[in-house]
């Protein structure tokens, strides 16, 4: 960016007539903006540290990742096969040879827990992503622009926002294909509104400030202000939503395969709720089989909210006090 | 959709906007009040906007069951078997073999006329079953939101008042644990413990067969079955506006106009219900309207636990069938109530707040 | 009755953070005996709102009072919660800042001034029926109509909620009022109406009145003593002609020194500062008759609610090389709009003519683009000038980005801060706004113009946001860029004393009309218009209690 073409621009005029030495160090800036960030990444860092809850929750979320991720290694794909569980007790409650009981097919709960934190967990962090992407597009694109496009952007968010997710990912999943991808796409699709909304609301307050003003005035168009103001403003608060969000996306995720629009195939949460309801776990005193996936569910969701509430008050001083 | 610079606003982009902080438009002599837009024009704006959805809804409800890729017909003769004749017939049942054009004018004209086709499953009009199951839902949506905002509002203001206290820690974290779990598992886990340990409630239904809803005994019996799934629908649905109440209240709370309130002489009860709590419960007003439509939609699942007959339990049934008539049915009913009542909220909020009257 | 005194007062807030404890106010002895006025003058951060908030115990915890606030010779610390309730608003009210967030916003304003005659009833307003005939009787007396008693706060005017704050302030019948800055915010017209009134009403009732502001002017207008303050500190205090007129610290003759006398040959031309900015040519440039940026039958209109409103009408104007014009007028009188389209920002009406070096404006977006390097626009507030994100270097950088020069960037970059006297410029580079002080943020504001190097610079308020003792530094800065580089200005204010200390001519803007423009030294010496006229009277005069004496 900053080329050193004296020899083309040698008769340039002088910006300004004041004496500097046109062989000047040329620094870019980028140097000190980086050493800035890292000052101000300790900062948050130490911030974020002292906060003991979202620290629980980081480990919380460490330890489910790494099981998801090693479950293969921990407890071989073998020990979710129906046939060859033939010889272990079925409905056994907890104890030391099953420590969170087995189902009604004899499998090991804590197994199923275990492959069932990956679908879980990639379901609700890829869902996550994808409606955290059409959230941040909506949302700065209702709050930039003026107009009919604006508000025919704002107009379908408000759609999204009056309509609850549930029910529109019920019916995008009922008439797609079954399968994990649908579901991700179903939740994604349908969950975006509330992001887009808070983007749209940020994107408006920094547009009323007179740097974006300024940036008219020095010649700036929409691309420069979008990406150089508009996005650097909105992203760490898109970023602190991600992390609540995928609790949510988890949440969901459960209550499809519940309903049973998940895919049965695969482990996961929601599935092994939706097996214990379609047994009557719960009112035939099999209490394991309700209670584990559960809690599952609301440890990794409370993590995720821990660690998003922490990132939100990093990022908004404002709200450190509360 | 970077198009190239255009720095001239439209002539619309002036007064309007409000985007620009200094005058996009003319800022208006200081001696001269802001005025406000009439109430009816505020009104046909909220009523265009829910018109809007309305449209999007039954637009979406049509293409969504018969555009997306998947052809409903095969899914369902995937699903249990069928001889082609039979998937024939199915077809020009639901009008699946005229063009799309026709197919959805069919469809407007029934949603115009009360008829959204029949269920496969029940082999009865969907409109007679949504009928059918639409008081019970009602019931159950309309008890679980008066107690959630209630109590939500109520604990959320105390909260923040005393902010950091044992109290609002237990209520904060409390509100927390329950919006981190699934609506059905904790009705599940409520069915568990007062339905099948300790079989002081009724486990399912609205009132047991037999009885007449009407006589006092009826009406008691209703209440038992409604406990389980009103406090399962609440405990998930308050947490939300116990927080926004709270961070609402914590922001009010350092607005100059308290501080003129104390310099009256009031005392901190007083700051807090005359002056503090209105002004924070305006945002908060938004924010549970918004979050109306969630409680609802958390009827198909608590409805589908505590098999009570309302449209949740109908849409989870469509869910299994598949019996996709019924699921645009119930997916357009509820989306309608939905709508109707955020239309109902923005007018309520009309007379809650004069300064909307300015917007 | 009451008086109030502060003896050896220090205002400490505890803070457990790492900062430590922070003294607001130390050491502060101040009498206002029955019947006196005082006002009080601090820049932000001087503790004089501290101070004055002491009075009715209404600090936050955390703050501790050191010495003895005393009220009719009871020290308020001796008081009881309930005690201290009776007092606050029966014996001692405060007229908040109305035109800001004062008023409830959701409650309609008689009812609030009705709120404060329930709780303090003092055996006359003891029925609903009396406090309303005492609240219409109030709204009368700070010449409000009665209809007005239904209106929610945002269906006022800022005069008008302040005029309310006055009327719930004298509900009671007190024995002081203690105005915390009453008109900032308010047009120099409008402020005039609310001094003239509150003085009024509070001499015809012998009520004691303690006036804080940042504004020196304002308060020897309407105050018999004046104190300084800052840093917590007391500065200086005496009668207030004598501190205004005659001061004797520096601090105070800089803060004087800032409102100039319209009609004081002393500060023609010469904005008072301890830092000027430095004249480098030997020939300084001067007005020529070459002009640069023209305006003719300039019209600009609004599509709004009540049909469509013309913010500017049929202006003619024109800025030579080297020349500084003032556009004078109150908010709303369209003087925005018209620097916003003189720089092609703001549509305009067909047949309206501007024109650039003798070429029309353009309108493609990319001609407009190049144009801005030739005109450049400074805007009220500094500090929401700068993305609070992005360093000096950054900031300053983002027009040249912008319009694509690449070459000798961060030679630029120095020289544009250097111009405008940040320096040494390389110590700032890394400064990200929040670590300047208000005055180096408008430099950095003005450097980030000046690396395009324009030949027009448009200021919107340049000065108004300042600390008083900043003003002259900028506004000499200004003239400063003319007399060195040639630059023409064309500075948008409120302020007649900045055209006097900068400007070679000045147009009087009202309701979208110029309705007098020359030369500064004719205007203001011998206005024509009624509106000049109006507007002159208005300014606040240092000492004398102009306003009080003479209304």
Not at chain 3, 70 to 79: A, E, T, V, Y
Not at chain 3, 217 to 229: G, Q, T, Y
């Amino acid at each position: 960016m900053s080329k050193n073409d004296t020899t083309a621009e040698a008769n340039a005029p002088e910006p300004t007539p004041s004496t500097t030495s046109a062989n000047a160090p040329v620094i870019d800036g980028a140097k000190l903006v980086r050493e800035r960030r890292l000052t101000n990444a300790k900062k948050n860092w130490s911030l974020f540290r002292s906060d003991i809850p979202a620290m629980v929750g980081a480990i919380v979320l460490v330890f489910f990742v790494l099981i998801a991720i090693f479950a293969p290694l921990i407890a071989p794909a073998s020990m979710l096969d129906v046939t060859k569980q033939l010889d272990v007790p079925r409905y056994a409650p907890p104890s030391l040879a099953h420590p969170l009981g087995t189902d009604d097919l004899g499998r090991e709960l804590w197994v199923r827990i275990l492959w069932g934190a990956r679908v879980s967990i990639l379901v609700g962090v890829a869902a996550t992503v994808m409606s955290m992407v059409i959230g941040t597009v909506m949302g700065l694109a209702a709050g930039h622009f003026s107009g009919l496009f604006g508000a025919i952007v704002m107009r379908i968010i408000d759609f999204f926002i009056v309509l609850p997710s549930l029910l529109l990912a019920i019916v995008l999943s009922s008439v797609l294909e079954r399968g994990v991808f649908t579901i991700v796409i179903a939740i994604g699709l349908t969950s975006w509104a509330s992001t887009a909304r808070i983007v749209r609301s940020q994107t408006l307050s920094v547009e009323s400030r007179l740097y974006i003003e300024r940036a008219r005035i020095l010649g700036a168009g929409h691309r420069h202000i979008l990406f150089k103001h508009m996005l650097p403003a909105v992203m760490p608060l898109v970023l602190a939503n991600t992390t609540l969000t995928v609790g949510s996306a988890i949440i969901a995720e459960s209550t499809l395969s519940f309903l049973g629009l998940g895919d049965t195939s695969k482990e996961s949460w929601g599935t092994i709720l939706k097996n214990s309801m379609d047994i009557s776990a719960a009112t035939s005193g099999y209490w394991w089989y309700v209670l584990t996936p559960g809690i599952a569910i609301l440890l990794v969701v409370l993590a995720f909210t821990m660690v998003g509430r922490a990132f939100e008050a990093i990022i908004n001083p404002a709200l450190r006090s509360r | 959709m970077t198009t190239p610079t255009h720095d001239l606003p439209t002539p619309a982009g002036g007064p309007e906007s409000g985007g620009s902080g200094i005058s996009g438009g003319p800022s208006r002599d200081m001696d001269e009040p802001p005025k406000g837009a009439s109430f009816v024009s505020y009104l046909l704006r909220k009523l265009g906007g829910a018109l809007t959805s309305m449209i999007l809804v039954i637009v979406l409800g049509f293409f969504a069951f018969r555009m997306l890729p998947g052809d409903p017909v095969l899914k369902i003769a995937k699903e249990r078997p069928m001889s082609p004749a039979q998937i024939a017939e199915l077809r020009s049942q639901y009008g699946l073999d005229k063009p799309v054009i026709v197919q959805f004018w069919d469809y407007l004209v029934g949603i115009f006329t009360g008829d959204f086709g029949e269920s496969y499953v029940y082999r009865k009009p969907v409109a007679a079953l949504i009928g059918e199951y639409l008081g019970p839902t009602l019931l159950l949506t309309a008890a679980a939101a008066v107690i959630a905002i209630g109590l939500g509002l109520w604990l959320g203001q105390l909260s923040a008042w005393r902010r950091n206290s044992l109290f609002d820690k237990i209520a904060s974290s409390t509100s927390l644990v329950f919006w981190s779990v699934p609506t059905f598992w904790l009705g599940l886990i409520l069915l568990m413990i007062f339905g099948g340990t300790l079989q002081w409630l009724p486990t399912g239904g609205m009132i047991t067969p037999g009885l007449d809803p009407w006589s006092f005994a009826g009406i008691v019996d209703i209440i038992k079955h409604l406990i389980l799934p009103v406090i399962t629908m609440v405990a998930v649905v308050y947490a939300q506006f116990l927080m926004v109440m709270r961070a609402s209240l914590i922001e009010e709370m350092s607005e100059d106009y308290l501080t003129t309130a104390r310099a009256k002489g009031l005392t901190e009860d007083e700051v807090r219900k005359k002056h503090a709590v209105p002004n924070a419960l305006l945002p908060t007003v938004t924010v549970v309207f918004m979050h109306i439509g969630g409680l609802i939609a958390g009827a198909v699942t608590v409805e589908a636990v505590f098999s009570w007959p309302g449209l949740g339990k109908l849409t989870f049934e469509a869910i299994s069938g598949p019996d996709l008539p019924l699921l645009q049915g119930t997916f357009v009913v509820f989306s309608a109530i939905i709508i109707v009542m955020n239309l109902a909220a923005d007018i309520v909020y009309r007379f809650l707040d004069p300064r909307v009257r300015r917007a | 009755m009451t008086d109030l005194s502060f003896d050896k007062v220090s205002i400490t807030y505890r803070s457990a953070s790492a900062r430590g404890d922070v003294t607001a106010v130390s050491d502060i002895s101040l009498d206002l005996p029955t019947g006196a006025t005082l006002g009080i003058a601090g820049e932000s951060g001087s503790g004089k709102s501290t101070l004055i908030m002491s009075v009715l115990r209404l600090l936050p915890k955390s703050a501790q009072i050191d010495g003895q606030v005393s009220l009719g010779g009871k020290d308020i610390r001796d008081l009881s919660f309930g005690q201290i309730r009776a007092v606050r608003w029966a014996q001692a009210s405060i007229v908040f800042q109305g035109a800001l967030h004062s008023l409830n916003p959701v409650r309609e304003v008689g009812g609030q001034i009705v709120e404060a005659l329930e709780h303090h009833a003092k055996g006359t307003w003891t029925t609903p029926a009396k406090r309303r005939d005492r609240m219409f009787e109030l709204l009368e007396e700070v010449d409000l109509d009665p209809s007005k008693a239904v209106a929610y706060p945002h269906e006022l005017s800022g005069g008008q909620k302040q005029r309310i704050m006055i009327a719930m302030a004298l509900a009671c019948e007190p024995d002081i009022i203690i105005a915390d800055e009453p008109t900032t915010a308010l047009d120099v017209i409008v402020q005039k109406q609310i001094l003239v009134g509150l003085a009024k009403l509070v001499a015809e009732r012998g009520i004691s009145l303690l006036m804080i502001s940042h504004d020196l002017a304002v308060l020897s207008a309407v105050c018999e003593n004046l104190a300084i303050m800052r840093y917590g500190r007391l500065v200086e205090y005496g009668p207030s002609d004598q501190v205004c007129l005659s001061p004797q610290e520096d601090y105070t003759k800089q803060l004087a020194g800032a409102f100039p006398q319209i009609g004081d040959a002393e500060s023609r031309m010469n904005p008072r500062t301890l830092k000027p900015a430095e004249v480098r040519r030997a020939e300084p440039f001067t007005m020529t008759d070459e002009v640069v940026l023209e305006a003719k039958n300039l019209n600009v209109s609004f599509d709004t609610r009540q049909g469509r409103e013309r913010a500017v009408r049929d202006v003619d104007l024109a800025l030579h090389k080297a020349e500084i014009l003032a556009v004078v007028g109150q908010s709303g009188s369209g003087k925005t709009t018209l620097a916003r389209s003189l720089l092609g920002l703001q549509e305009v009406d067909s047949g309206s003519q501007m024109e650039f070096a003798g070429k029309a404006l353009p309108k493609k977006a990319k001609a407009l683009r190049t144009f801005r390097r030739q005109v450049q626009m400074i805007l009220q507030d500094p500090s929401g000038s700068l993305n609070p994100k992005r360093s000096v270097y950054e900031a300053v950088v983002e027009g040249l980005r912008v319009q694509k020069i690449t070459d000798n960037e961060y030679a630029r970059v120095i020289g544009a801060l250097e111009a405008a006297e940040l320096t040494p410029a390389a110590d700032y580079l890394e400064s990200i706004p929040q670590e300047l002080s208000g005055g180096q943020r408008q430099r950095v504001v003005i450097a980030g113009a000046l690396a395009l190097d324009p030949q027009v610079l448009i200021a919107d308020e340049p000065v108004a946001s300042l600390d008083a003792s900043v003003r002259g530094e900028i506004l000499s800065l200004f003239l400063a860029l003319k007399k060195n580089l040639g630059m023409s200005a064309l500075i948008i204010t409120h302020d007649l004393g900045l055209a006097w200390n900068i400007a070679d001519t000045v147009a009087v803007m009202k309701k979208g009309e110029i309705v007098e423009y020359g030369d500064v030294d004719t205007v203001l010496a011998n206005p024509q218009h009624a509106y000049t006229q109006e507007l002159l009277a208005a300014v606040p005069r240092l000492g004398s209690q102009s306003l009080v004496k003479h209304a």
